[in-house]
């Protein structure tokens, strides 16, 4: 299995500002992927991070809002770039080891 | 449309008793599978994966999986309070880990 630690919990911040998400590994993994839940709904996968190269963003999602670094193969960081209400959400990191994918505990956003 | 449907949206049973959640991949790549339960203020956890065809049983938990379909569906039996919770679906391709889920069934285990 992998843990992934996620910091911080919860934040709340002011519309037009900057959010720093990270997510840290137990153990190095190839692929660290970044999810989006708003309230009680489904996960919405917004990126793919491999080390040492550019986020591949799924649709919806682009670089210049939430843009994603992988420095090494046990760290990542999500910025939400000019935070809006609706991005109030749940933020999750995730990671595969074996046939199973692992979740962090999730960063509770709240743009006000 | 969604490319991993789920079915029923909400499901009410009566503890002791069974549930049985749907799940359909619209899109042939997708036939792998993963059966997520996230309690209210937590993250997923995963229950079962499933790859090939045929069943997998661990506990009270059963899944299926009917890879001509794409759909696979999640049983608990002796259902129990604490079992209530989103159950998330998640499906990718053979070889991707990114996975995509389904809009998730609300369970709700009366005592």
């Known amino acids: 299995s992998v843990l992934l630690y996620q910091k911080p919990n919860r934040d709340i911040c002011q519309s037009g500002t900057s959010l720093k998400i990270q997510c840290v590994a137990d153990?190095?993994?190839?692929?660290m992927f970044w999810y989006q839940q708003f309230q009680e709904q489904s996960l919405m996968l917004m990126a793919t991070?491999?080390?040492?190269?550019?986020?591949?963003?799924e649709s919806g999602f682009t670089k210049d809002k939430f843009p994603i670094s992988r420095p090494n193969l046990t760290f990542s960081t999500l910025t939400v770039n000019n935070a809006r209400p609706g991005d109030s959400s749940i933020y999750f990191c995730s990671s595969r080891a074996g046939e199973e994918v692992f979740f962090g505990k999730g960063t509770r956003l709240t743009v006000v | 449309q969604q490319k991993v449907q789920q079915s029923p949206e909400s499901l009410i049973v009566p503890e002791g008793g069974m549930a049985s959640l749907n799940c359909t991949s619209s899109?042939?790549?997708?036939?792998y599978f993963w059966w997520y339960r996230q309690h209210s203020g937590k993250s997923p956890k995963m229950l079962m994966?499933?790859?090939?065809?045929g069943e997998k049983e661990e506990g009270r938990f059963t899944v299926h999986l009917n890879k001509a379909s794409l759909h696979t569906s999640l049983h608990i039996r002796d259902s129990q309070p604490s079992d209530s919770a989103l159950y998330l679906c998640?499906?990718?391709?053979?070889?991707?880990?990114?996975?995509?889920f389904g809009s998730g069934t609300q369970l709700t285990v009366m005592p």
């Open positions: 899109d042939r790549n997708v036939d």
């Open positions: 994966s499933i790859f090939s065809n």
């Open positions: 991070a491999n080390e040492g190269s550019e986020a591949t963003y």
């Open positions: 153990s190095q993994v190839v692929s």
């Open positions: 998640a499906g990718a391709s053979s070889g991707s880990w990114q996975l995509i």
